[in-house]
């Protein structure tokens, strides 16, 4: 049975290995931008365990703006009470538990969290293959980010709450 969880510190190693097979070098975090991000915003970062395996996790700070900017990638900073957005940096789900949900579900446990913190919305960036994805948990993809985080195209997704 998969739980969730706020991550822990102990958890970095097993969400660095995730977070690698997920994104390309370019792309993925640091360890010390993740290791921030369980340090500064520990209530906005879940991670789904089974078995006492780590299989994924999702992780971003509540912010002010609708959508995200580079700069989030790499300064991880508290929580502010009032944001009225929360933001994804991270959904990644380990290859030996993808298609069975998992990603929908880590969604869910964030939005979970950012209705009961009054969040207006959920607002990430994805690539284009993964439009059709957030589609499908409710995401409305408002276009092409101003973001130039990895050289990749980004694209704006938005949930209201």
């Avoid at 958890?11 to 070098?25: K, N, R, S, W």
């Avoid at 992780?59 to 703006?65: F, S």
């Avoid at 380990?94 to 446990?109: D, N, W, Y």
């Amino acid at each position: 049975m998969i739980q969730f969880r706020q991550a822990q510190r102990d958890d970095l190693d097993a969400i660095m290995v995730i977070e690698h097979a997920g994104f390309t070098l370019d792309e993925a975090a640091t360890q010390e931008a993740m290791q921030a991000r369980i340090a500064n915003y520990p209530d906005t970062f879940i991670v789904a365990v089974e078995a006492g395996q780590l299989l994924g996790y999702i992780v971003g700070p509540a912010i002010d703006q609708r959508y995200l900017a580079d700069d989030l990638f790499v300064d991880a900073r508290p929580n502010a009470a009032d944001a009225n957005f929360q933001s994804v940096l991270s959904l990644a789900v380990a290859p030996v538990a993808q298609h069975r949900g998992l990603g929908s579900q880590l969604l869910t446990q964030l939005r979970s969290v950012a209705t009961n913190q009054r969040r207006q919305a959920i607002t990430l960036t994805c690539l284009k293959r993964l439009v059709p994805f957030y589609e499908a948990n409710g995401y409305v993809n408002e276009g092409v980010s101003e973001s130039s985080h990895a050289g990749e195209v980004w694209y704006n997704l938005v949930l209201s709450l």
